[in-house]
């Protein structure tokens, strides 16, 4: 055999690759957040028309149930009296227990919008240099928090509150700040394990509204069911109305941190960016929440609270 050497092949007229024209690589967006939030602020406020629809509704079910109840009750005590007694007795606890809720429900609201009341009252007490509002306001934490006033030889504004909040808010903060980070690294691990289209949407939004509630309890708001989905649908407004839902070259940047997201999967960028949209949610309940505004305390930042979150959950690999 004769060995012919390299065979060489020359293609002519080839253009070279242009580089500028390859598709750009999808960058992780938050989707199963941006769809949770979006649905918050798309709920129905209970204003309005509708508000009266609901309230008639509910007036009419709630009517023809108990008429109903009562006429099984006269029936069956006609029958057989003590099960008839008997059933009469079980609506009357069911009615009780129908109105204690909605009691507790109410109440639990108050105490959400109070904590709202409180932190204008402070923010006014500050640009008017009022001293006695600030007095006021500082009365009205303390006994939120069933403590002692601390500001009591404050002699300004800005002393009384700044005092008050060294004394009780700022170890709140902090564990304000750990929840949050809970639920961020939740949502980032449901998102990145969670293959189904939805679910991760319903782990997002069940994840946020959990940490929302507990936000608002930590800083004295205790918010019922009804309650926590009306602060969870103020907090999803807010977020619409700044912006601060959408995935930004601002939020890709800070999270990459010299390429993080490059280095992994789309499904755990997606579960990193939803985590950092869950830290934006838990900061805007507590601004919402928090009775004082930030003067000696320091208001974390979406950066720092996702990144303590998720520290060590992608680093390896």
Same mark, same amino acid.
């Given at each position: ?72 009750? %006269?029936?069956?005590? &006609? @029958? $057989?009296?003590? =099960? !008839?007694?008997?059933? +009469?007795?079980?609506? /009357?606890? #069911? ?10 429900? %109410?109440?639990?609201? &108050? @105490? $959400?919008?109070? =904590? !709202?009341?409180?932190? +204008?009252?402070?923010? /006014?007490? #500050? ?10 306001? %500082? ?179």
């Amino acid at each position: 055999m004769t060995n012919h050497g390299p065979l060489v092949i020359e293609i002519d007229d080839e253009p070279a690759p242009d580089v500028a024209a390859a598709p750009e690589i999808d960058r992780p967006e938050g989707q199963a957040m941006q769809r949770a939030v979006a649905g918050l602020a798309r709920a129905p406020s209970g204003g309005g028309p509708g508000r009266w629809v609901l309230w008639a509704g509910s007036g009419l079910v709630s009517l023809v149930l108990g008429v109903a109840a009562w006429d099984f009750a %006269a029936r069956l005590i &006609a @029958r $057989v009296p003590v =099960l !008839g007694w008997l059933a +009469a007795v079980l609506a /009357g606890v #069911l009615v009780l227990a129908l109105i204690l809720w909605a009691g507790r429900e %109410a109440l639990g609201y &108050a @105490r $959400v919008r109070r =904590l !709202g009341a409180i932190r +204008a009252r402070a923010e /006014g007490a #500050l640009a008017r240099g009022d001293l006695t509002e600030a007095r006021a306001v %500082a009365q009205a934490v303390s006994g939120l928090y069933g403590a002692q006033d601390p500001s009591l030889d404050a002699l300004d504004p800005e002393a009384v509150l700044e005092t008050l909040e060294a004394t009780l808010l700022i170890g709140l903060d902090a564990r304000v700040q750990r929840e949050i980070e809970a639920a961020a690294r939740q949502v980032a691990m449901a998102t990145a394990l969670i293959p189904l289209a939805f679910a991760d949407v319903a782990a997002a939004l069940t994840a946020n509204l959990r940490m929302i509630r507990r936000v608002a309890e930590l800083y004295g708001g205790r918010p019922g069911a009804f309650g926590n989905w009306r602060l969870a649908r103020a907090v999803a407004v807010h977020l619409m109305a700044t912006g601060l839902v959408a995935v930004g070259d601002d939020l890709i940047g800070s999270l990459a941190g010299g390429g993080l997201l490059s280095k992994l999967s789309r499904r755990f960028g997606e579960g990193v960016v939803n985590g950092a949209l869950t830290a934006r949610v838990g900061l805007a309940a507590m601004d919402l929440c928090r009775p004082l505004p930030f003067r000696m305390g320091r208001r974390p930042g979406v950066s720092a609270v996702t990144g303590a979150a998720l520290k060590g959950l992608f680093d390896r690999g």
